[in-house]
């Protein structure tokens, strides 16, 4: 068994702003699995706020490559993963968990849903991010996004301009379901009034509306409000989902997050079986990066799965969603392939890789 790396750099369309921070682009290392003649890729995208950046990644890959390296069965590590990963970023750990599935279900001729007996995705509506821009260019580009065929929108909140900005997408995309993130930007009285404002705009969720680290403040807010109320940074393990059964409606499950499929899988039944809906986040990333939570997509009621179609050179192609519609392939493992090179050139141009991942 062989695992390899590398690195390339993504930037993105235009910058996205949220309550936290600004992203202009983030560094993804491509994970390869190795074995027989059979390849499995995954990607790990850097994060200043999940406090991931390339040395850790690569002293990280470093330490698992060593760990799989006395493996000749890739079935069997599956079943190891656990202690394969112990003590690695989940990040990183997901990565590998998607490289491993990848191999899997090409050496088994199956996408990677049916190997590990998830629903068939079939077409998926994937929310689309609108940042924490002017209330203008917010209803601008939600006009645009919904012309493209965009059922689902998600706008970033956390600023002065929440209200008139969510008016605005409203009322240029008056059919879309409307989801709203403020990255924890709200005080719980904060969020109570402006989602008591917004509740006419008709608003499907509201993601993580205060800072984690306060469920019982999640439950008063969610108990007070007719939003449905999404945990994100508080919903991180299977752990951590008893807890939220009585105080919110649903948790978003993010792969870079929890460590990868199988651990999603474990939040995923958890959650249903506390009677939590699901979401599905991503990072930015790439198609590569997002294809894994895909297969995941039946188990959920809302996909918030753009984080590709937020970069402005995409590497990986094979998940759709530019028409807002995310259409798996049904080829084997992951079911994405790299992007061929431009016409012309041997290779597409790219940046320079540094670390400047927001």
């Not at 191999?103 to 940042?131: F, K, M, Q, S």
């Not at 203008?136 to 006009?143: I, K, L, P, S, Y």
């Not at 895909?294 to 996909?303: I, K, P, S, T």
């Not at 179609?309 to 192609?317: C, E, K």
Request: a neutral charge; charged letters at 20%; glycine letters at 10%.
């Amino acid at each position: 068994m062989r695992l390899s790396w590398r690195t390339y750099p993504l930037v993105l369309r235009e910058p996205l702003r949220i309550s936290r921070s600004t992203m202009y682009r983030r560094d993804a290392v491509l994970v390869r699995l190795d074995h027989d003649g059979s390849t499995g890729h995954g990607e790990v995208v850097t994060s200043r706020f999940l406090g991931l950046d390339l040395d850790r990644i690569h002293t990280q890959l470093s330490v698992l490559r060593d760990r799989v390296a006395g493996y000749d069965v890739p079935e069997t590590l599956r079943a190891d993963l656990p202690t394969l990963t112990a003590g690695l970023h989940p990040g990183t750990a997901a990565a590998f968990d998607a490289a491993l599935h990848d191999l899997l279900g090409r050496r088994a001729g199956v996408p990677v849903h049916r190997l590990i007996g998830a629903p068939e995705p079939g077409a998926v509506a994937t929310a689309y991010t609108i940042g924490l821009v002017s209330p203008m260019e917010a209803g601008a580009t939600a006009g645009r996004l919904a012309a493209a065929g965009f059922r689902v929108l998600k706008v970033k909140a956390g600023d002065d301009h929440d209200l008139a900005r969510v008016a605005a997408v409203r009322a240029a995309a008056p059919q879309v379901r409307l989801l709203l993130d403020p990255n924890g930007g709200w005080t719980p009285e904060q969020a109570l009034r402006r989602l008591d404002a917004l509740a006419r705009h008709r608003v499907d969720a509201v993601e993580q509306p205060i800072p984690a680290g306060r469920v019982d403040l999640l439950a008063w807010l969610a108990a007070r409000t007719p939003v449905p109320v999404v945990a994100d940074e508080d919903a991180a393990t299977e752990a951590d989902v008893p807890r939220l059964a009585t105080a919110v409606a649903g948790v978003n499950v993010k792969l870079a997050k929890c460590g990868g499929i199988v651990a999603a899988i474990r939040i995923v039944a958890a959650a249903r079986e506390h009677g939590l809906a699901v979401m599905l986040g991503c990072l930015v990333a790439s198609s590569l990066g997002i294809a894994p939570a895909l297969h995941l997509a039946g188990y959920a009621r809302w996909v918030d799965l753009d984080g590709h179609l937020l970069v402005a050179d995409d590497p990986w192609i094979g998940l759709g969603g530019h028409d807002g519609t995310l259409r798996p392939t049904g080829a084997p493992g992951l079911g994405v392939t790299p992007r061929p090179p431009a016409t012309g050139s041997n290779e597409p141009s790219r940046p320079p890789v540094t670390d400047v991942a927001r």
